[in-house]
């Protein structure tokens, strides 16, 4: 395939699943019920752990660091973790195996009404699904952002936004745009009354 071809069809594709997540009322609708489920969690003390491999964790962090931080509206931090951390993960992956690197921070910062964020474009990362697993055992909200046809962790999450394509990348761009009309719609809901700066552009 030469350049322009490659290049065509890369925003083809990404054309139609713009439009998708535009047209979609159930997409829409599900994104909504996520960001309520969020804020909810947050607004009774809960807070939100997000996991992910690769670039999905890049995802997971991107998400919570924008909660920890802020999006678009100067508030209060809110309690989200990614699980991330470098020690953690290879101390855990050393001594339980890389399975269990997600499900064991679960374990120690998981509690009944919390929310976890599992991102898997494939649905079915081994790792991924133990921390689901887990999660669901501490009776919290499992949100599964996935690809392809769901996998398992469409079956697992209690609610599950699932892309309708088959490479990664394109998957992972729109899971980030999903992620920030969470970010969004959480800073909405939880602080309507704060201000909307916009942040000075540096050069």
Request: negative net charge; hydrophobic residues 45%; glycine residues 8%.
């Amino acid at each position: 395939m030469a350049d322009s071809e490659a290049l065509e069809a890369a925003l083809h594709e990404a054309e139609r699943l713009a439009s998708w997540l535009r047209e979609d009322r159930s997409v829409r609708q599900t994104i909504r019920t996520i960001a309520n489920r969020a804020a909810d969690c947050l607004a009774a003390g809960g807070r939100i752990i997000s996991c992910g491999n690769g670039g999905s964790m890049c995802d997971a962090m991107h998400f919570a660091e924008e909660l920890t931080g802020r999006f678009h509206r100067d508030r209060p931090p809110l309690a989200a973790m990614a699980v991330s951390d470098p020690g953690h993960i290879s101390c855990t992956a050393n001594d339980f195996g890389y399975e269990a690197v997600f499900a064991r921070a679960v374990q120690a910062w998981g509690r009944p009404g919390d929310l976890l964020v599992a991102i898997s474009t494939s649905g079915n990362s081994p790792n991924v699904l133990a921390a689901v697993q887990v999660a669901k055992e501490r009776q919290m909200t499992v949100v599964g952002l996935a690809g392809r046809d769901g996998g398992k962790l469409a079956t697992l999450a209690d609610l599950a936004l699932v892309v309708p394509a088959e490479r990664t990348d394109r998957i992972q761009e729109v899971h980030i745009k999903v992620l920030h009309m969470i970010i969004e719609q959480i800073e909405l809901r939880l602080f309507p009354d704060s201000a909307h700066e916009q942040r000075p552009v540096r050069l």
